[in-house]
């Protein structure tokens, strides 16, 4: 079976299913009340859903400490309420994708379990242990300022377990012959249930050598062909889109040269420098990160992203840089976290204003690669920063104006709704910005819409394009002689910009506007003479006068 690269053209929108719409009114989300709401997902004009963790769980770090890999935990249904929704998707025209969280498990799994009490256990060795402490048991921890160690006391083993992350996520020793078999009977589990494919979590830890012994951990990137080919022989067309947040140095061993390790991985370089770029309007560091990571295979693909579950992490950002998007995103210090990143929602972030969230979409849409959407962003839902670390932007979906948001019949949903401030639900739900035709959520429809329509993004060449403009970003995309052109305007300005178009035999060419009326037609130089308004944006059609003349026409 050939994989079609639907990905290459996709819209990803990413949930979490405990928070999304609860159906038996017991303050948890559930598959029952997803279902309920994949018409308004399709309407909205995503292709694909990507679920976090719904697996059996102690729930101590959002889902992401998986106590059994093959079923579904009670309180969201049954694997039949999932292969109903898989199968829902299906009828659709949406794909899924679910997370795989192989880097560690809870230690209230089984296999650790086991592994713990019995030293003779098969599990022993599904875990990386140590005698003693390792003297380097406090460097390379994930969560500074919460996480003091990497590794932990176990009474019953009488020896130390290592965890990357909390103490309560042994790390599986991946290494293991054993445990990659196992990775790989978990995709087919869940394959055969309807999913075609997966968000990897932490592959850079999944991946790395493991052991008290190591000084640098060696990476075995030839982990992730063997996943990869699994994959293709049991369904061609799924994949595996990586969360690695590693230097673009290292982005084709993760590729592979030839695409044979992994599909798809998240582009935290640029989503970084993005952000940097809407607090700073200096585009230099954006243009930069996308130059920077441009070299991958023809069958790869990124993931353009904005916010997702996590913080906003900064950590690649110089000083400067990082001090700059804190004063402007994040100014107090309950809004920072780990000492690297920022713990809120794009909207507060941006202070509600409208143009700026359009104009954050719009790049976030036309960077390359694909792009992936947070629930509730299409409405711009805010954050409950009195809630833990990162659960301050994981609250519950916002409906309608329905106590709990319509979240949830419940009084106690599993987190707290946001019910107060200009983010509260009785002001930013679905249900009134269907209403309105000028609202975000139809707005953002519309731009979803056009983004399917523009497959050069997804699959094309691109350059970027003189502005003369720091703050102006112009870029072309070529694909199949076609070409798209978009322009953006970081800056509180009105800017006047002049651009050829910079194509061959193109000095005639019309510039038409997908999105309004406005179109752009050369001067006599050949150039483009473009007023961008404050954080204006732009998405042109090059093509001759005759194309556009028969636009108008129909």
Excluded at 6 to 22: E, G, P, Q, R
Excluded at 93 to 120: C, M, Y
Excluded at 295 to 324: C, I, M, V, Y
Aim: glycine share 8%; hydrophobic share 35%; charged share 25%.
């Amino acid at each position: 079976m050939i994989n079609d690269l639907w990905y290459k053209n996709a819209v990803i929108y990413c949930l979490s299913v405990a928070t999304f719409m609860d159906a038996n009114g017991d303050g948890v989300g559930d598959f029952q009340g997803l279902m309920r709401r994949l018409d308004y997902l399709q309407g909205i004009g995503v292709t694909a859903i990507w679920l976090m963790p719904f697996q059996p769980s102690p729930f101590k770090d959002d889902g992401y400490d998986i106590a059994d890999y093959y079923g579904v935990d009670p309180r969201y249904g049954t694997l039949g309420d999932f292969v109903e929704f898989t199968q829902g998707c299906k009828q659709r025209g949406l794909r899924v994708l679910i997370d795989l969280v192989v880097n560690h498990t809870s230690n209230e799994h089984a296999w650790f379990q086991d592994a713990r009490k019995e030293p003779v256990s098969k599990y022993r060795n599904w875990y990386v242990w140590s005698k003693k402490k390792p003297k380097n048991a406090s460097s390379g921890v994930v969560f500074p300022g919460v996480q003091k160690s990497t590794w932990t006391y176990d009474d019953a083993a009488r020896e130390y377990y290592f965890h990357r992350f909390y103490d309560f996520q042994p790390d599986l020793n991946t290494a293991n012959p054993e445990v990659q078999a196992e990775i790989l009977k978990i995709m087919g589990f869940w394959l055969q249930l309807g999913v075609s494919g997966f968000r990897m979590d932490a592959v850079p830890f999944v991946i790395a050598e493991k052991g008290a012994h190591l000084k640098k951990p060696a990476e075995q990137y030839d982990m992730l062909r063997t996943f990869s080919q699994f994959l293709t022989w049991r369904q061609g067309e799924a994949i595996i889109l990586a969360e690695a947040n590693v230097l673009p140095d290292t982005d084709m061993e993760y590729f592979g040269k030839d695409g044979e390790r992994l599909q798809m991985m998240f582009n935290f370089e640029v989503n970084q420098n993005l952000f940097y770029a809407l607090a700073s309007s200096d585009t230099r560091p954006l243009v930069k990160a996308v130059k920077a990571t441009s070299k991958r295979p023809a069958s790869a693909q990124w993931g353009s992203f904005l916010r997702n579950h996590d913080e906003l992490d900064l950590g690649r950002l110089e000083d400067e840089q990082r001090e700059t998007v804190f004063a402007a995103f994040a100014p107090e210090s309950n809004m920072q976290l780990y000492g690297r990143g920022i713990r809120r929602r794009l909207a507060p972030m941006l202070q509600g204003d409208r143009r700026r969230l359009e104009l954050a979409y719009s790049l976030m849409l036309t960077l390359p690669g694909t792009p992936v959407i947070r629930y509730g962003d299409e409405i711009a839902m805010g954050e409950n920063l009195r809630l833990s670390e990162r659960n301050s932007a994981r609250t519950p979906m916002q409906w309608s104006t329905e106590p709990q948001g319509g979240f949830t019949k419940n009084d106690k949903p599993v987190l707290p709704v946001i019910s107060e401030g200009a983010y509260g639900f009785q002001h930013v739900n679905v249900a009134q910005q269907r209403r309105d035709p000028n609202s975000l959520l139809n707005w953002m429809e519309r731009m979803i819409r056009m983004r399917k329509e523009v497959p050069e993004i997804g699959w094309g060449d691109f350059k970027f394009l003189n502005a003369r403009s720091t703050s102006v970003v112009a870029m072309r995309y070529d694909w199949r002689k076609n070409a798209v052109l978009c322009v953006h305007n970081t800056s509180s300005e009105p800017i006047e910009i002049r651009m050829a178009v910079d194509g061959p035999d193109e000095s005639g060419c019309s510039l038409v506007n997908l999105l309004s009326d406005d179109h752009s037609h050369p001067e006599q130089d050949g150039r483009h003479r473009v007023l961008l308004e404050p954080y204006g944006y732009r998405w042109y059609r090059v093509c001759g006068l005759d194309y556009l003349l028969k636009r108008t026409e129909v």
